[in-house]
């Protein structure tokens, strides 16, 4: 029997092509298949860098016997969770609900009629730690396909059942308010580790959503309490190894509470998101550190993550080959204090070891340690710092490197345009603004069709088969408008708008709760549908943030009172579970603070004036303001319409909640409106 991946676009799927297993793609054939031959289906969910996903794949789907098993009594299924979120989704549910925990990779077992009946996630080849082997479960489930079929038609149905009739407390359509998002507030800081930074115990994810709320929140109301949650996370974060100390960006999580082991893959949404947090921590604060990190961050997905094409990749690997030939997690990326001597000599060496807390002992596997920059670094020279980073740099890059997956998801491409667009913006790094226009011009190439309908993938520059979900269309959406606020550029306003004009007609429901998938998209066993953050902002609430925006650079009624609408599921779990609607809470800041349009117009796009007024209105960091830049007299952004020059010189417009100040040509009296 065949494996089927080899001419599929995922790199996860491609990972598995020349296994001995008989792989299927998701697909309406595979269901087929199970029905003709009476088998029942193996369901296989990962992702390219899943450490546990690649671990699974050595010790049984590369094993010929366990194959074998599988090819005569199953038909197997595997699916990239970055490709189909939708698929993850619907079974990654019932798995939580069965079983109360999930992950990847996830292991389910389904009636060709797409009905889940058993569950897992990594199943070990022999028995270990109190789990089945993998053969035992197989076995386990042919027995009771074979022996006990209407048992197991009972429990699928069932499971199936409890999952279509499952209703989110949506609450109502009523956007929140001051009480919910104070409310929201103390629930974070309620769980908040104020020793080490973040929310919660171990593993830590960096909270990324939740930060962008606690900086808005600052902005509006002048909490100090949650700048300071949001600051000192973000340096604990910089400080730890979860963070690349010699090449920047971030790693996936931290293992400990104290940001210290990561898992070491290297994710594109994660370094997006916190890009564009750090970049708005230095414009609330100024810090040098919120600055380093944020442009450091920016130069990684530049030069680690861009494709040929001019897209941002997903990922790169936690495991690479340790120089041995056997891949390791985290080889390319941790030092022992022998290692640091042999590359910087005996003096530099220690120093470097003194600097980013290595020791004998190691703080990860076999006395290595993961560079980091302990609280008590003390005083040490800048330059001779800069050497030692730039000499283990060079070391490093000799080692064999963590493998890329280089698909590029539409979504995760929409939050890296955004950060870069406004790093570049902020810095004065036109390159940077040139690699986020760079992969919006991929996306509108390749990924949009003549309809402005969205695919979720491609790769190589070749556009994949899954249709976009909610989060494509929100987050792309959302890299659109930043990218014609910082260009001025009126083109990526209209994609936003073909983009969010898709939302509001194959998403929402009469409701105003919004759906992952289309209205038109591939019937699964339930239509999913989540408010909360995962790894990334909720297809939900990103959609409400970007037609906010939208409405605010356009007037747009009905995607103003779309938005209000989608945020009643934030005024319903915002008090309950901030930790989970970061982005929601994010916002409904933006929508208590606005709307606020400002529009900048100069003689030209050049003009030293314009400009100064045009970087000003960027940095404001008022949470609902939308800028506008251009030529007096042009048609490039609505905002713009009927806004002169004052006395032959730019101005600025700013206008609050449909009230217009006058209009001024003084930066400073424009920087005072948009940050008090």
Not at 187 to 202: C, K, S, V, W
Not at 337 to 343: R, W
Not at 635 to 645: G, I, S, T, V
């Given at each position: 029997m065949p494996?089927?991946?080899a001419?599929e676009?995922s790199?996860?799927l491609l990972?598995?092509?020349?296994?001995?297993?008989?792989?299927?793609?998701w697909s309406?054939?595979?269901?087929e298949?199970?029905r003709?031959?009476n088998r029942p289906?193996?369901?296989s969910?990962?992702?390219?860098s899943?450490h546990?996903?690649?671990?699974?794949a050595?010790e049984?789907?590369?094993d010929q016997a366990t194959a074998d098993y599988l090819?005569?009594h199953?038909?197997?299924?595997?699916?990239?969770r970055?490709e189909?979120?939708?698929?993850d989704a619907?079974?990654?549910e019932?798995?939580?609900?069965a079983?109360?925990?999930?992950?990847w990779?996830?292991t389910?077992?389904?009636?060709?009629?797409?009905?889940?009946?058993?569950?897992?996630t990594?199943f070990p080849?022999?028995?270990r730690?109190?789990m089945p082997?993998?053969r035992?479960?197989?076995?386990g489930?042919?027995g009771a396909w074979?022996?006990r079929r209407d048992e197991v038609?009972e429990?699928?149905?069932?499971?199936?059942?409890?999952?279509?009739q499952?209703?989110?407390?949506y609450?109502g359509?009523?956007a929140?308010?001051?009480?919910?998002?104070s409310r929201?507030?103390?629930?974070?800081?309620r769980?908040?580790?104020?020793?080490?930074?973040?929310?919660?115990?171990?593993p830590?994810?960096p909270?990324?959503?939740?930060l962008e709320f606690l900086?808005?929140h600052?902005?509006r109301?002048?909490?100090?309490?949650a700048?300071?949650?949001?600051?000192?996370?973000c340096?604990?974060m910089?400080?730890?190894?979860?963070?690349?100390?010699?090449?920047?960006?971030f790693a996936?999580?931290?293992?400990d509470r104290?940001w210290?082991?990561?898992?070491f893959?290297k994710?594109l949404?994660?370094n997006?998101l916190?890009c564009?947090?750090?970049?708005?921590?230095?414009?609330?604060t100024?810090?040098?550190?919120?600055?380093?990190?944020a442009?450091?961050?920016?130069d990684f997905?530049v030069?680690?993550?861009?494709t040929a094409e001019?897209g941002?990749?997903?990922?790169?690997d936690a495991d690479?080959d340790?120089?041995?030939?056997?891949?390791?997690?985290?080889?390319y990326?941790?030092?022992?204090?022998a290692?640091l001597?042999?590359?910087?000599g005996?003096?530099d060496?220690?120093?470097?070891?003194?600097?980013f807390?290595?020791?004998e002992?190691?703080?990860?596997?076999e006395?290595?340690s993961?560079?980091?920059l302990p609280q008590?670094?003390?005083?040490?020279?800048?330059?001779?710092?800069?050497s030692?980073k730039s000499r283990l740099l060079d070391?490093r890059?000799r080692?064999?490197?963590?493998?890329?997956?280089?698909?590029?998801v539409?979504a995760?491409?929409?939050?890296a345009i955004?950060?870069?667009?406004?790093?570049?913006?902020?810095?004065?790094r036109?390159d940077l603004?040139?690699?986020?226009?760079?992969?919006a011009?991929?996306?509108?190439?390749l990924?949009?069709d003549?309809?402005a309908?969205l695919?979720?993938?491609s790769?190589?520059?070749?556009?994949g088969a899954?249709?976009?979900?909610l989060?494509d269309?929100?987050?792309?959406?959302?890299g659109?408008?930043?990218?014609a606020?910082?260009?001025?550029?009126g083109?990526?306003?209209?994609f936003?708008g073909?983009?969010?004009d898709?939302?509001?007609?194959g998403?929402?429901d009469?409701?105003?709760?919004?759906?992952d998938?289309?209205?038109d998209?591939e019937?699964?066993?339930?239509r999913?549908q989540?408010?909360t953050d995962?790894?990334t902002?909720?297809?939900?609430?990103?959609a409400?943030g970007a037609?906010?925006?939208?409405?605010?650079?356009?007037?747009?009624e009905?995607h103003r009172?779309?938005a209000e609408?989608?945020?009643?599921v934030?005024?319903t779990?915002?008090p309950r579970v901030?930790r989970?609607?970061?982005?929601?809470?994010?916002?409904a800041?933006?929508?208590?603070?606005?709307p606020?349009?400002?529009a900048?117009v100069?003689?030209?796009?050049?003009?030293?004036?314009?400009?100064?007024l045009?970087?000003?209105a960027?940095?404001g960091?008022?949470p609902g303001?939308v800028?506008?830049?251009?030529?007096?007299?042009?048609?490039e952004?609505p905002?713009?319409?009927d806004r002169p020059?004052?006395?032959?010189?730019?101005a600025a417009?700013?206008?609050r909640n449909f009230?217009?100040?006058?209009?001024?040509?003084?930066?400073?009296?424009l920087r005072?409106a948009?940050?008090?």
């Amino acid at each position: 029997m065949p494996n089927r991946l080899a001419h599929e676009t995922s790199p996860y799927l491609l990972q598995h092509a020349d296994n001995p297993v008989a792989w299927w793609p998701w697909s309406a054939e595979a269901f087929e298949e199970a029905r003709k031959t009476n088998r029942p289906v193996l369901l296989s969910v990962g992702y390219s860098s899943c450490h546990w996903c690649h671990v699974m794949a050595h010790e049984s789907f590369e094993d010929q016997a366990t194959a074998d098993y599988l090819n005569e009594h199953f038909v197997s299924v595997k699916v990239d969770r970055e490709e189909r979120p939708d698929v993850d989704a619907v079974y990654m549910e019932a798995v939580q609900a069965a079983t109360g925990q999930g992950g990847w990779p996830m292991t389910v077992f389904l009636t060709p009629d797409a009905e889940p009946f058993y569950f897992g996630t990594y199943f070990p080849p022999a028995p270990r730690h109190g789990m089945p082997s993998f053969r035992q479960v197989l076995e386990g489930v042919r027995g009771a396909w074979t022996d006990r079929r209407d048992e197991v038609a009972e429990v699928a149905g069932k499971i199936t059942r409890d999952l279509s009739q499952r209703e989110i407390d949506y609450g109502g359509t009523e956007a929140p308010g001051e009480e919910e998002l104070s409310r929201a507030l103390l629930g974070l800081t309620r769980e908040y580790d104020p020793q080490r930074g973040g929310f919660g115990g171990a593993p830590k994810f960096p909270p990324s959503m939740a930060l962008e709320f606690l900086l808005r929140h600052h902005a509006r109301t002048g909490a100090e309490g949650a700048l300071e949650m949001a600051r000192d996370t973000c340096e604990r974060m910089a400080r730890g190894g979860i963070y690349d100390q010699l090449a920047g960006g971030f790693a996936r999580y931290s293992v400990d509470r104290e940001w210290t082991v990561p898992h070491f893959e290297k994710m594109l949404y994660d370094n997006a998101l916190l890009c564009r947090v750090y970049a708005h921590l230095w414009r609330s604060t100024g810090s040098a550190l919120a600055r380093r990190v944020a442009v450091e961050t920016a130069d990684f997905i530049v030069r680690e993550l861009r494709t040929a094409e001019g897209g941002f990749a997903s990922a790169l690997d936690a495991d690479s080959d340790d120089g041995t030939g056997k891949h390791v997690e985290g080889a390319y990326y941790v030092w022992t204090p022998a290692q640091l001597t042999e590359v910087l000599g005996e003096e530099d060496g220690a120093l470097a070891a003194q600097y980013f807390g290595v020791t004998e002992d190691g703080t990860f596997e076999e006395g290595q340690s993961v560079l980091q920059l302990p609280q008590d670094e003390g005083v040490f020279d800048a330059d001779r710092i800069a050497s030692v980073k730039s000499r283990l740099l060079d070391a490093r890059s000799r080692r064999p490197a963590p493998g890329r997956d280089d698909k590029v998801v539409a979504a995760w491409n929409g939050l890296a345009i955004a950060a870069l667009a406004e790093t570049g913006a902020y810095f004065d790094r036109p390159d940077l603004v040139e690699a986020a226009v760079s992969a919006a011009d991929l996306l509108v190439r390749l990924h949009l069709d003549e309809h402005a309908r969205l695919a979720r993938t491609s790769k190589d520059g070749h556009v994949g088969a899954n249709a976009g979900v909610l989060e494509d269309y929100a987050d792309v959406a959302e890299g659109f408008l930043a990218l014609a606020s910082v260009t001025g550029e009126g083109v990526w306003l209209e994609f936003a708008g073909f983009l969010l004009d898709h939302v509001l007609a194959g998403f929402v429901d009469e409701s105003g709760a919004l759906y992952d998938t289309a209205a038109d998209a591939e019937r699964l066993i339930r239509r999913p549908q989540d408010p909360t953050d995962n790894a990334t902002p909720s297809g939900w609430t990103a959609a409400a943030g970007a037609l906010l925006s939208y409405a605010a650079q356009t007037g747009a009624e009905p995607h103003r009172t779309a938005a209000e609408r989608a945020l009643g599921v934030v005024k319903t779990l915002g008090p309950r579970v901030p930790r989970f609607i970061g982005w929601g809470l994010a916002v409904a800041e933006a929508y208590l603070d606005g709307p606020r349009e400002v529009a900048i117009v100069g003689p030209s796009l050049d003009d030293e004036a314009a400009k100064a007024l045009h970087r000003t209105a960027l940095l404001g960091t008022a949470p609902g303001a939308v800028v506008a830049f251009g030529v007096a007299g042009g048609d490039e952004l609505p905002l713009l319409a009927d806004r002169p020059l004052v006395d032959g010189e730019p101005a600025a417009y700013v206008c609050r909640n449909f009230t217009c100040d006058a209009p001024t040509t003084d930066p400073e009296r424009l920087r005072t409106a948009l940050n008090r």
